[in-house]
Each structure stands twice: as structure tokens, then as C-alpha cells.
């Protein structure tokens, strides 16, 4: 089947992601209109312009990321880093829709949930609201994790993982936000959980783990998100038979 109509496939992402739940640092949902009709959609972390070149090459038609173009308080001017993204895309006919935090802990397609798939971890469920909505989710070790293994455990998001022992020596309990919430770690902390994960730390994590006995795990801002955009490509796909669509990496080791 297709070309699908730009509009099938942006209320179908608004109706999974819900956008208007949660009051975000920026839109969501459809942010470039360049084109009506898609046959061929790629989805990834961030709408840098490697990363809509690469998807203009893949003969794309419309983009799905996390990090958008724009943000609360950045210029409203076309020019620069910004106006160069948008030549691109009208250039090469390529729409974009972006969804931060409701992509973040969205429990099927969440960057969170999809982490703690990778890690094995089970009992997923919501967790740590802003402003009334889930950022992430709590989870645990089907079966409990030593501390000597965990950071090998932890290579599987990212072998450039930062950890922060501070926590029991058998860890159960799982707590995850993607991208950069290293002070969340204090809230897993009083959540009585064995380890919390992020993409960032800060300098007060490693304080965070010792004083408050939780081990604290910063696997990149980059490699924790990578999850929801290649679970929404997955669940595209299946949306709408027929559609080509692919997730992108761009890696970034930050």
C-alpha cells in the first residue's frame, strides 16, 4: 500500500504519543510540512543535519525523532545551524515531527521502557512524573545483579557508561529517565531503589550515590534515546503495511 498522507501518519503518532499530556520545552508532533505524500519514513535520536542529509538520502519523505528543531527560549530566526536544517529538509522534500517527552516514557515505544527491555529488566511500569505525566519507568533484574557485573551489564546501552557505586552489592531494583535527569537520581534514591539510570551525570552524582546509597549509572544522552525511535519505526511499520521505514543512528558519544 501508499503513499500514505503526511496527515494518516501524524495524527496516528499524535493518537500513540499523545502530545498534549504533558507541557514539553518545545512542540511536539509535526514541525516541517515539505511533504503531502510518504512512502518511505526514517526515524532517529536527534534532527541534526547529518542526520537529515543521511535521511534525505535514504529517499525519505518524512522524519520522526526525538530532539526537534526547536526549543523553548532558542531563536525563532532561520539562520544559522537552524536555517541550514531547514534548507535541507525543504531542499530535499522532507517533513519532520519531533516528540520529546512523550517519547520518553512512553511504556511500549518509550526510550525508558525500551532500555529496560535491553537490559532484561522486567515489572516495567511508569514512573517519576513531571508536571503531572511520566518521564520514566521503575523496573527490576528478573533475577538480582552483582555489583561486579553490573558494569559489564551496562556495556549493552553503552560501553562508555559512567558509574557511580554507591549502592547495595546485589542490585534488584531499577530505576530509568533517559537523556539528561541526573538529579532524578535523588528521587529513586528516596524510592528505596538499588540503582538509577540516565544519559548524564553531573558533578554532584557521585555525592548522590554515596550519600544516599544508590548506585548511579550515566550510559549518554545519546545511547539511552536511542530505544523509542527504533521501537517507532517498528511499530510503524506495522501500522502501515507496505510503508518503507528504517531507524538511523547518528551515533554521539555524548
Excluded at 25 to 47: D, F, H, K, M, W
Aim: proline content about 7%.
Amino acid at each position: 500500500m501508499g503513499p500514505y498522507p503526511l496527515k494518516t501518519i501524524i495524527d496516528w503518532l499524535n493518537h500513540l504519543l499523545d502530545p498534549t499530556r504533558v507541557e514539553d520545552y518545545g512542540p511536539n508532533g509535526l514541525q516541517v510540512e515539505a511533504s503531502a505524500a510518504i512512502t518511505r519514513v526514517t526515524t532517529g535520536v536527534t534532527a541534526n543535519l547529518d542526520f537529515i542529509e543521511a535521511a534525505a538520502a535514504l529517499g525519505s519523505e518524512l522524519a520522526v525523532v526525538h530532539h526537534g528543531l526547536y526549543w523553548n527560549g532558542s531563536p525563532a530566526t532561520a539562520t544559522g545551524p537552524l536555517g541550514r536544517r531547514l534548507r535541507a529538509l525543504f531542499t530535499h522534500r522532507l517533513s519532520l515531527a519531533a516528540y520529546h517527552l512523550p517519547l520518553d516514557a512512553h511504556i511500549e515505544v518509550g526510550n525508558a521502557a525500551g532500555l529496560a527491555r535491553a537490559l532484561g529488566l522486567t515489572d516495567v511500569r511508569p514512573a517519576f512524573p513531571y508536571r503531572g505525566s511520566p518521564t520514566g519507568v521503575i523496573a527490576r533484574f528478573p533475577v538480582p545483579c552483582a555489583l561486579d557485573t553490573l558494569h559489564a551489564a551496562l556495556a549493552v546501552i553503552s560501553p562508555r557508561t559512567l558509574l557511580f557505586d554507591g549502592g547495595p552489592a546485589i542490585i534488584s531494583t531499577v530505576g530509568i529517565v533517559t537523556g539528561g535527569a541526573p538529579r532524578i537520581a535523588s528521587e529513586a534514591a528516596r524510592l528505596g531503589l538499588d540503582l538509577f539510570i540516565s544519559g548524564e551525570a553531573s558533578e554532584y552524582s557521585q555525592a548522590t550515590a554515596r550519600e544516599e546509597r544508590i548506585h548511579v549509572a550515566a550510559c549518554g544522552h545519546h545511547r539511552t534515546e536511542v530505544f523509542g525511535p527504533r521501537a517507532l519505526a517498528s511499530a510503524l511499520a506495522t501500522a502501515f503495511p507496505g510503508l518503507e521505514v528504517s531507524f538511523l543512528d547518528i551515533d554521539n558519544p555524548a
